[in-house]
């Protein structure tokens, strides 16, 4: 396919609109938020993105489903609600401040949604509930299991027993209604960067808010050597347990039904789980006006990973914000070069968050645009969240 007449670049657009979502709305005091998602190859976005009004305060979440959107999409609609929810309550009963009920609620209401997706889902549906013996040779008969649950997901019991296998990562952020302080919890490879202008007012000091929760994380990695010894080092195991970790951190755990834990863990004898953990990490950090707040999904991060840390914090925050060409700091020339494309300069009326993801993936070159539109290989799901405050 020629990629230099304009008829291309039309019809590349159209293409590309196709794969992306979008929207943008007013909330929070006159913010405005915009969201955008790109799914090149597969049917469904897995990742889910979601914002909550509460009395309180904003939450804004962004969920990356893993091989699946069937967690992600039930816990954008779902758990942003709960939190804030568990927020209002832990205030009012023990009398705390906002930020520790939020870091309160934020820990142990994710730990909570964890479980019940285990324990609802799927423990209970047994007769026996939580005394079922689970070494029953019976419970290891997939037909036995499915006669409980369900055989088609179309059915309601089906469905609920596939969240708590289906797997999610989890970023979201709690601000106050003053707009005076931000809480952001963390559990996968997910990113949160808080931009601000600097003295000068030419670029922009970026901060991370997220944790990385995978092998890149030499935190996890201690974590996992401490509460599995020698697991971690064993030949096999320790080469799945990294294998899982580098790719992205789950909600769920798998820790009480063995018929449904993998069957590598089984084969190898390994069956003390959990190993992932769904304890998030909750950072603070404070706000002025003017910040500018930006969550991206992993796939963002895969197309910029031949930047250093620095360059990638910068690169995104001052992509989403860009009002012209003129108004990206000088680096940009490089992460031009990384990239392999220029910049497209924002119009009126265009959605940040998309505007980020063009940009990221192929900016002005078409032939990258035409592979992203209608790619070779396999692309992941790529999704943004853009919050001017």
């Known amino acids: 396919m020629s990629v230099s007449s304009p008829v291309d670049l039309e019809a590349l657009e159209a293409a590309f609109s196709a794969k992306c979502t979008k929207s943008s709305n007013v909330c929070f005091n006159s913010s405005r938020i915009y969201e955008a998602g790109f799914q090149a190859t597969k049917e469904k976005n897995e990742d889910k993105t979601m914002f909550f009004e509460s009395k309180l305060g904003l939450m804004v979440a962004l969920f990356d489903g893993h091989h699946s959107e069937e967690l992600s999409e039930y816990a954008s609609q779902t758990l942003p609600a709960l939190l804030c929810a568990r927020i209002e309550t832990t205030l009012a009963e023990k009398g705390c401040s906002l930020g520790d009920a939020v870091t309160e609620s934020f820990i142990q209401g994710i730990e909570d949604f964890d479980r019940s997706l285990l324990q609802d889902g799927v423990i209970n549906e047994f007769p026996e509930k939580d005394q079922t013996d689970w070494s029953d040779p019976k419970w290891q008969n997939h037909d036995e299991v499915w006669l409980v649950l369900g055989w088609l997901r179309e059915h309601p019991k089906?469905?609920?027993?596939?969240?708590?296998?289906?797997?999610?990562?989890?970023?979201?952020?709690?601000?106050?209604?003053?707009?005076?302080?931000?809480?952001?919890?963390?559990?996968?490879?997910?990113?949160?960067?808080?931009?601000?202008?600097?003295?000068?007012?030419?670029?922009?000091?970026?901060?991370?808010?997220?944790?990385?929760?995978?092998?890149?994380?030499?935190?996890?990695?201690?974590?996992?050597?401490?509460?599995?010894?020698?697991?971690?080092?064993?030949?096999?195991?320790?080469?799945?347990?990294?294998?899982?970790?580098?790719?992205?951190?789950?909600?769920?755990?798998?820790?009480?039904?063995?018929?449904?834990?993998?069957?590598?863990?089984?084969?190898?004898?390994?069956?003390?789980?959990?190993?992932?953990?769904?304890?998030?990490?909750?950072?603070?950090?404070?706000?002025?006006?003017?910040?500018?707040?930006?969550?991206?999904?992993?796939?963002?991060?895969?197309?910029?990973?031949?930047?250093?840390?620095?360059?990638?914090?910068?690169?995104?925050?001052?992509?989403?914000?860009?009002?012209?060409?003129?108004?990206?700091?000088?680096?940009?020339?490089?992460?031009?070069?990384?990239?392999?494309?220029?910049?497209?300069?924002?119009?009126?009326?265009?959605?940040?968050?998309?505007?980020?993801?063009?940009?990221?993936?192929f900016g002005t070159n078409l032939v990258q645009m035409a592979e992203a539109v209608k790619p070779s290989g396999q692309w992941d799901d790529i999704s943004a969240l853009v919050l001017f405050l």
């Open 158 to 361: 089906f469905q609920r027993a596939r969240y708590a296998v289906a797997g999610t990562t989890a970023l979201i952020a709690f601000i106050d209604n003053a707009k005076e302080n931000i809480w952001v919890a963390s559990l996968g490879d997910s990113d949160a960067f808080l931009g601000r202008k600097s003295l000068d007012g030419s670029t922009y000091d970026v901060t991370r808010l997220s944790d990385f929760h995978n092998g890149n994380n030499p935190k996890e990695v201690e974590r996992l050597e401490t509460e599995h010894p020698g697991n971690l080092r064993s030949s096999v195991m320790g080469v799945y347990l990294l294998i899982l970790l580098l790719h992205e951190h789950w909600v769920i755990t798998n820790s009480k039904l063995p018929c449904l834990l993998h069957e590598v863990v089984i084969k190898l004898g390994h069956t003390h789980p959990p190993y992932i953990s769904a304890t998030p990490t909750v950072c603070h950090h404070s706000l002025k006006p003017g910040d500018i707040l930006v969550l991206s999904s992993d796939g963002l991060a895969y197309e910029l990973r031949e930047f250093s840390e620095e360059d990638k914090l910068l690169a995104v925050v001052s992509l989403a914000a860009a009002t012209s060409m003129t108004s990206l700091p000088p680096r940009n020339t490089l992460w031009s070069e990384k990239l392999g494309h220029g910049f497209i300069a924002s119009a009126e009326g265009d959605n940040p968050a998309e505007h980020l993801i063009k940009n990221v993936c």
